[in-house]
């Protein structure tokens, strides 16, 4: 009540957040406003920070959603789903759009791909009536996440995944040139390589973005050495209070696993998984997510 500003006779929906302690009850008292704000006609999205926490609570409550008949208008997810979802809110996928783009249509491609940001541009800037036919109101389950480093000041970018022999050779071959020499390695004796010029003409129109990517990749094979876990023949990192093998540190992490694999800490399947050139195609600010709904509501155990 004290979050949907009930107070007396009067109910004022605004912005608010509530502390509510470990132990005290923060799931059920977002399943319990996210059935009475659907029921009057909003729709809802419940974001966490945690894709387990976040698939938890969906699946614990959905009984009473479906009992409600609300199910269709509460959404849990993380804050990169959110995300995901703005981007691909007219229907299309916007990762799958550009990567086809890039990998079908050589010809021309930075332009049609200007187009396309264009466009996306303008849906990103649009409120959340034009997003959506009913407003959506935004619930944050442990909102004091949201604004450490690694959201609030930081970015989402869906990224396209070049995955093949051609980019697995020439990774392989950068980690090995780089084992060796170090911070000596010269970034011209890796482009004029055969496995450079193979993996060009699998890509041909991303000649110029690969030989960029190439500097990422000698920093990152040169700083391989991080923290991680090693699980089930597999490289993965703490996510907050859980496990995660869906967290990628670029080529750090590329690099990890052909180290590990050496040491028959990682199987083939997973290191073969892992090899991938990643280019980044969109930058979406977790700061504009607030943007999106017309009221956000949040609780956490540290306000």
């Known amino acids: 009540m004290l979050l949907l500003g009930i107070v007396y006779d009067k109910e004022h929906l605004d912005n608010r957040l509530a502390q509510v302690g ?25 974001a966490c920070y945690s894709a387990y926490l976040s698939g938890r609570d969906q699946a614990s409550f959905m009984p009473l959603f479906e009992r409600l008949g609300v199910e269709k208008e509460i959404k849990y997810g993380t804050f990169n789903q959110l995300c995901e979802d703005i981007l691909n809110s007219d229907g299309t996928n916007f990762k799958e759009e550009v990567t086809n783009m890039i990998l079908e249509k050589p010809k021309g491609v ?26 959506t109101i935004l619930v944050i389950d442990e909102v004091d996440v949201f604004f450490e480093d690694n959201f609030f000041g930081n970015s989402y970018c ?3 995944k070049l995955r093949d022999p051609t980019a697995s050779n020439f990774l ?17 004796t890796l482009l004029k390589s055969p496995d450079f010029k193979n993996l060009v003409n699998q890509y041909p129109s991303l000649e110029e973005l690969l030989e960029n990517q190439v500097h990422g990749m000698v920093a990152g094979a040169l700083a391989y050495k991080h923290d991680y876990f090693l699980i089930d023949k597999k490289l993965v990192y703490k996510d907050n209070d859980t496990i995660s093998p869906n967290i990628s540190y670029g080529y750090k992490t590329v690099f990890a696993n052909i180290y590990e694999h050496s040491r028959n800490n990682v199987s083939y399947d997973n290191l073969t998984e892992a090899l991938q050139i990643t280019l980044m195609i969109a930058e979406f600010s977790y700061a504009k997510l607030p943007n999106y709904f017309q009221t956000i509501l949040g609780v956490t155990g540290t306000l």
């Open 22 to 46: 470990t132990g005290e009850g923060k799931s059920v008292v977002l399943a319990g406003l996210s059935s009475y704000l659907a029921l009057v006609g909003f729709k809802v999205r419940c």
């Open 158 to 160: 869906p990224a396209m």
């Open 172 to 188: 392989q071959y950068v980690f090995s040139e780089v084992s060796k020499h170090g911070d000596k390695i010269e970034i011209k």
């Open 110 to 135: 930075f332009d049609k791909l200007a187009d396309l940001v264009g466009v996306n541009r303008v849906k990103l800037n649009r409120g959340p009536n034009e997003i959506s036919t009913n407003p």
